[in-house]
């Protein structure tokens, strides 16, 4: 089973349209994805018009020692199914405060006996124990940027972060890469920062990209995805892809041994370094 994170430290990238529309096109492909949203906002979750379900059925059972996993209310999306997100994770997240708080998500697909191809993790806009426990049980890392200033960096702050988990936490954590999204050809800002990233990571930059599409903002309208609104729009095409794209280089990094036959290291010696990025 295949494990992605989709993560960018700031907002505004096209994170959670990027998880939910990589999924869809993975459902159409015939693969059976499932996504999982440890964003305590739940946008994805909203985005899907799937309502909030009870704490102990969302993804809030995950943190929970107490908790029947079997008891979670997988949600049918369009082309994939979803663990629905809670706002209880927000309240939840004050007592996520030790070490070893960043293993639960890792440790819950370990005891669940899941069915699916591929699991993807969308996260929040910003370093939490949430967007730790995703990197932690994550193969690979998929880096939504929009060629701009701001994200950029936050991408490049991203970056950095799955490097750190990896060394300390998570060392099959295999690939990252960038995914370039709304990206207008007509600005020469996206063109140089665009050009920018492809120089500095090279290989970890996919080559499709996602234009800008009024099509992606008409198709999220509670339930849909571009797929289902226009599946000869350009947004779809884009992603459908770029996500071709995506899972062949998956597929090329991924003839080593699988996650469960490696342990992590102890999170305890890392706990300064997590500390830093919490609090930072």
Excluded at 231 to 260: F, K, V
Aim: proline letters at 6%; aromatic letters at 6%.
């Amino acid at each position: 089973m295949t494990v992605l994170s989709v993560c960018n430290h700031k907002g505004g990238t096209g994170k959670t349209t990027t998880a939910i529309h990589v999924a869809a096109a993975l459902g159409l492909s015939g693969w059976r994805p499932l996504v999982i949203d440890l964003d305590p906002q739940g946008f994805l979750t909203r985005t899907m018009g799937v309502g909030e379900p009870d704490p102990e059925q969302s993804v809030v059972a995950f943190f929970d020692p107490d908790a029947d996993l079997e008891q979670i209310e997988v949600r049918e999306a369009s082309g994939f199914d979803l663990i629905p997100s809670s706002d209880t994770l927000t309240r939840r997240m004050r007592d996520l405060n030790k070490p070893t708080d960043v293993l639960w998500v890792r440790e819950a697909l370990q005891r669940l006996d899941l069915a699916y191809d591929l699991v993807l993790l969308d996260t929040a806009a910003a370093v939490t124990v949430y967007s730790l426990n995703a990197l932690v049980a994550s193969r690979h890392v998929l880096i939504p940027v929009l060629p701009e200033y701001q994200s950029v960096v936050g991408a490049e702050q991203t970056h950095k972060t799955t490097q750190l988990v990896e060394n300390k936490l998570n060392p099959l954590l295999e690939t990252r890469h960038f995914l370039f999204t709304q990206v207008d050809a007509r600005k020469r800002m996206h063109k140089t920062y665009r050009e920018y990233i492809r120089e500095k990571h090279g290989p970890e930059v996919l080559e499709h990209v996602i234009r800008t599409s009024t099509s992606l903002a008409k198709s999220q309208d509670g339930t849909t995805t571009i797929f289902d609104h226009d599946p000869t729009a350009r947004g779809a095409i884009d992603y459908a892809n770029a996500t071709d794209e995506l899972m062949t280089r998956i597929r090329e990094a991924s003839d080593g041994p699988d996650e469960e036959q490696s342990p992590p290291p102890d999170p305890a010696e890392s706990a300064p370094e997590l500390s830093e990025m919490l609090n930072s």
